[in-house]
């Protein structure tokens, strides 16, 4: 069970898109349309904001979105904003009844 | 107001045992599955276990595998973890979450989480 990767920062301009990339194998994330995205401010509850690759739970912003492509799936996050700066996660079904966690990444609003 | 909130969590000798406990409120905690997550100081978000509705399917992450047991009282509103053979590792704040589903496999995804009880283990 290692960690999907991230990259372990992103950063754009108010108004700008950016993309988050989560890598894992085709033990997991290519394996299964099981991908979640959540995002976090350390030591406050995590928020899901994708879930089964592209979905969005009600009520959520439709300025995330997320894709998947063999390995690797992606978040997305359209008209950045300011409150939109915080840590995101990917997390992925990976068979035997467990899940895993992206090694995070920092979105940075310039 | 969908609520949760850990309890438990201090300071514990390695090797020594602990119960976190994760009361719930403002749903009915019997439709749905339930995950224990983790973060570790200065580390990413780390899965640990989930189960059923029903208790009837249960998962745990290799790392707490045959140490911890996830644990749920329908009855109470209530989700459990118990901690034994605990190592300095382990040590992180654990967040309770609630699935969109009634079977954490299904991959609805964590909709709602507590704020989390601090555990550390130290001598």
């Known amino acids: 069970q290692s960690a999907l990767t991230q990259p372990a920062s992103v950063s754009g301009s108010p108004g700008q898109s950016v993309t988050i990339s989560c890598t894992g194998t085709s033990s997991d994330v290519g394996n299964y349309d099981l991908v979640s995205w959540y995002q976090y401010h350390p030591g406050k509850a995590p928020k899901l904001k994708i879930y089964a690759d592209t979905k969005r739970p009600s009520g959520a912003s439709n300025r995330f979105s997320g894709s998947k492509s063999g390995n690797t799936a992606s978040l997305t996050i359209s008209g950045l904003q300011a409150e939109d700066e915080a840590d995101y996660y990917c997390c992925s079904y990976a068979g035997s009844s467990t899940y895993v966690f992206g090694t995070g990444t920092k979105v940075t609003v310039l | 107001e969908v609520q949760l909130v850990e309890s438990g969590g201090g300071l514990v000798q390695p090797g020594r045992s602990l119960r976190l406990s994760c009361a719930v409120s403002?749903?009915?905690?019997?439709?749905?599955?339930m995950h224990w997550v983790r973060q570790a100081p200065g580390k990413g978000l780390e899965w640990v276990s989930g189960?059923?509705?029903?208790?009837?399917?249960?998962g745990y992450a290799d790392s707490v595998k045959g140490r911890f047991t996830i644990s749920r009282d329908n009855a109470k509103n209530s989700l459990y973890l118990q901690m034994n053979s605990l190592r300095a590792e382990d040590t992180a704040l654990y967040y309770c979450a609630k699935d969109q589903s009634l079977r954490f496999l299904e991959g609805f995804g964590m909709d709602v989480w507590g704020q989390g009880t601090t555990v550390t283990v130290s001598s």
């Open positions: 403002g749903f009915t905690f019997d439709d749905y599955a």
């Open positions: 189960i059923n509705w029903n208790s009837g399917s249960i």
